[in-house]
C-alpha cells in the first residue's frame, strides 16, 4: 500500500467547494477563447499560472528595472523579484480569506510582463505615440498574453492583469484581483523603502511617524501588517478591502515616497535619460521598420504598434545596447 496518493483536478475542484463564498471558482470560470481538454490534474486557473511562468516575457522580468536604474549591488528589486513577491503576498490574502490561491497567483505572475524597461518610464515614454487614450503596460499584459505569445488564458486571469492597477476602471471582476491589487501596492512600497534606504536615499528613521506608529520599523513587518489589516477588514466587510485608518496611512506612505524617492532629482535625471533612449529606440525603428526582428512580431499590427511591443519587450541592458548599435545619444 503506498503512503502517496493521487491528487486529479476532479480533487481540486472538489476542494473549492469549500472556499469562501465570494471565491471564484475554476468550474464556473467564463472560460478561454478557445476550448481546451481539461487537463487530468491542474485546474484552468493552475494550468494559466503555470504557462505564464514558462513564457518569454515572464524570464525577461529578472533583467528590467524595478525602480532604481542599474543599480550596483545584488539585492535590488527588480521587475522579477517584485512579481515574485506580488504572487507570495497575493496567495497570503487569498489563502487567508480562503479565495481561490492559483487564480490570485496566476494574475500576479502576469500582472507586469508588458512592463517597458527601465521601471515606471514607460508610460511616460510611450503614450506620446498613442494619443489621445496613452499607453499602459497592463493593456500590454494583455496583449502579450493574447496575441504576442497566445497562452489562451481564461477570462477571470486575463481580466485581473488588466485591471491590476489602481487606476484601471472598471475594476476587476473577481475577488482574488483585488487581492493582487492590494498585494502590488504592498509590495512595491515595503521593497522600494528598503531599496531607498540601501540607496542612501532616506533613512530608517525618516518615514513619517504615523507610517512608523502604525506599521513599525522599515522591513519584512511592514508586509505582514498590510495583509493583516486587508484579511481583517475583508471579514468585516464581505469584499477584498483594508480599514480606513491602515488605507489613510499607506497613502500618506506612498505620498510621501513620490515625494522623496521617485520624484529624487537623482532619480529623475535618471529616469530623464530613460526615457530618451525610449523614444529614440521608437523613432529610429519607425524610421527603420525593416530592422524589427521577425520573431515576437504582429505583422498585421499597425507599425507604431509593433515598434512598441518591441521596445516595450526589450530588458534594460538589450536596450541599451541596441541603442549604442544604432548609434543613438546616450
Known amino acids: 500500500m503506498s503512503d502517496l496518493i493521487r491528487y486529479e483536478r476532479a480533487d481540486r475542484e472538489a476542494d473549492e467547494t469549500r472556499l469562501s463564498p ?24 493552475e494550468r494559466d499560472r503555470d504557462r505564464i511562468i514558462h513564457s518569454k516575457a515572464f524570464r525577461r522580468l529578472k533583467h528590467k528595472t524595478q525602480v532604481f ?9 527588480t521587475r522579477l523579484t517584485h512579481t515574485l513577491q506580488v504572487a507570495q503576498i497575493a496567495r497570503g490574502l487569498a489563502r ?39 499607453w499602459h503596460h497592463a ?22 492583469i488588466r485591471a491590476h492597477s489602481w487606476k484601471i476602471d472598471p475594476p476587476p471582476a473577481t475577488p482574488e484581483a483585488h487581492c493582487v491589487r492590494y498585494a502590488d501596492r504592498i509590495a512595491y512600497l515595503s521593497h522600494d523603502a ?50 480606513d485608518r491602515t488605507l489613510a496611512v ?14 529624487d532629482p537623482v532619480l529623475l535625471r535618471e529616469q530623464r535619460s530613460a526615457i530618451a533612449t ?17 520573431s515576437y512580431r504582429e505583422h498585421d499590427a499597425p507599425l507604431v504598434v ?15 545596447a541596441t541603442r549604442d548599435r544604432i548609434g543613438l545619444t546616450p
Do not use: C, K
Open 22 to 45: 465570494a471565491a471564484t471558482r475554476s468550474t464556473r470560470s467564463r472560460g478561454r477563447m478557445r476550448e481546451e481538454e481539461p487537463d487530468r490534474y491542474r485546474t484552468p486557473f
Open 96 to 134: 487567508g480569506l480562503s479565495l481561490n490561491e492559483p487564480l490570485a497567483e496566476a494574475i500576479a505572475l502576469g500582472h507586469d510582463v508588458g512592463h517597458t524597461p527601465f521601471g515606471h518610464t514607460g508610460e511616460e515614454a510611450l503614450s506620446p505615440y498613442f494619443s489621445p487614450d496613452g
Open 139 to 160: 493593456a500590454q499584459s494583455v496583449r502579450i498574453y493574447e496575441v504576442l505569445e497566445d497562452l489562451n488564458l481564461t477570462w477571470e486571469v486575463r481580466d485581473g
Open 69 to 77: 536604474l542599474n543599480p550596483e549591488g545584488d539585492h535590488f528589486v
Open 278 to 294: 525610449l523614444r529614440g529606440l521608437m523613432d529610429h525603428h519607425l524610421q527603420h521598420p525593416d530592422q524589427l526582428p521577425d
Open 194 to 243: 528598503l531599496d531607498a534606504i540601501r540607496a542612501g536615499v532616506l533613512a530608517p528613521d525618516s518615514f513619517p511617524r504615523p507610517v512608523l506608529e502604525r506599521f513599525g520599523a522599515p522591513g519584512r513587518g511592514w508586509v505582514g501588517e498590510m495583509i493583516e489589516a486587508v484579511i481583517d477588514h475583508s471579514v468585516a466587510v464581505g469584499t477584498v478591502q483594508m480599514d
Open 250 to 263: 499607506m497613502h500618506q506612505l506612498r505620498d510621501f515616497m513620490f515625494e522623496r524617492v521617485y520624484l
Open 306 to 320: 509593433q515598434v512598441a511591443d518591441y521596445v516595450a519587450g526589450m530588458t534594460d541592458r538589450y536596450a541599451l
